[in-house]
């Protein structure tokens, strides 16, 4: 008896005394039957815990989190063991909470049978979590992608390549590669500037994303060079994405496109097929690459598949 009352001590002690809010409710209808202290900073309530007496706890929990607490509470009753599990709450001044439940069924003395809560607290550790999630987002999207361009990086490019190398070699499939480089760039840098050679890389790059297919990836080289992987498409079907490529940079209107040699920007492009050109994707790039010079060297602007003589 005297270890009964010694036990029964000691949990009002931490009921009252408890950082974290304690409720006692019922179970159907989760109308709060006991409150502790810690629960008037929770909740924001004006004069103490026994505001929430005979309140229903759910009217503070948010719309789209209701039906989910009322059956944990069911299950929490019927099964006698403890649940845990996150919920919001909106308080009357608008403001929202992130708790974490631990919730248990006990029976009192007259057999009466309720759900004990403990509640904490965990707005903060979501918002440090949300933090760190868009922190590495971020340190994500800066390891793949071009500053200057914002579309793929070559080290996105390379592992994109791969990807697809492997996928094109487990179904017996084909890619075709393109390979393109800004023609007569280093005039445009030496005319106009380097702010205005960055504005013209943005513009190309804007321009490449908006030709290609939905399911072709362009990436950014180095420099003034551009790159499109095109999935399960041969070196004819390459071609036609790469002549949109070139007809829509040739025909828009690029700032100080008028003192370029053509009197417009414009780009070369190379074109090589897996498997009918190489058998893996660094002999594939290196094709691409001298379907891009062929076209440099027969007067820019123009579209070439790779042939044998290229090499």
Do not use: W
């Not at 041969?234 to 008028?258: L, T, Y």
């Amino acid at each position: 008896m005297k270890d009964r009352q010694i036990k029964k001590t000691s949990y009002e002690d931490f009921f009252l005394r408890s950082l974290d809010t304690i409720l006692m409710v019922s179970p159907k209808e989760c109308k709060v039957l006991e409150a502790n202290p810690a629960s008037k900073n929770l909740l924001n309530l004006e004069k103490d815990e026994n505001e929430l007496i005979g309140n229903l706890f759910c009217s503070f929990v948010s719309e789209r989190d209701v039906n989910n607490f009322k059956k944990q509470m069911r299950i929490c009753s019927r099964r006698h063991h403890p649940r845990s599990f996150e919920t919001i709450i909106k308080l009357k001044d608008g403001v929202k909470k992130n708790i974490k439940i631990s919730a248990c069924a006990v029976s009192l003395d007259d057999g009466e049978k309720v759900v004990e809560m403990i509640i904490k607290d965990i707005t903060r550790e979501k918002e440090i979590e949300a933090e760190l999630q868009n922190y590495v987002m971020l340190l994500e999207h800066q390891n793949n992608y071009d500053s200057k361009t914002n579309i793929p990086n070559m080290r996105h490019f390379e592992k994109k390549l791969k990807e697809e190398h492997a996928r094109a070699e487990r179904s017996e499939g084909k890619y075709s590669l393109l390979f393109m480089d800004i023609d007569n760039f280093k005039n445009y840098n030496d005319t106009n500037g380097h702010e205005a050679g960055d504005e013209c890389l943005l513009e190309v790059a804007n321009i490449i994303k908006d030709s290609i297919r939905r399911t072709d990836f362009a990436a950014r080289y180095g420099g003034e060079e551009f790159v499109v992987i095109c999935p399960d498409t041969d070196a004819d079907g390459a071609f036609i994405v790469a002549e949109k490529i070139r007809e829509n940079i040739q025909n828009a209107s690029i700032k100080h496109m008028e003192k370029q040699p053509k009197g417009f920007v414009s780009v070369s492009i190379g074109v090589a097929e897996y498997p009918v050109h190489g058998k893996d994707p660094d002999q594939i790039r290196k094709l691409a690459d001298s379907a891009l010079y062929h076209s440099k060297e027969n007067g820019r602007n123009k579209v070439s598949i790779f042939k044998d003589f290229m090499f």
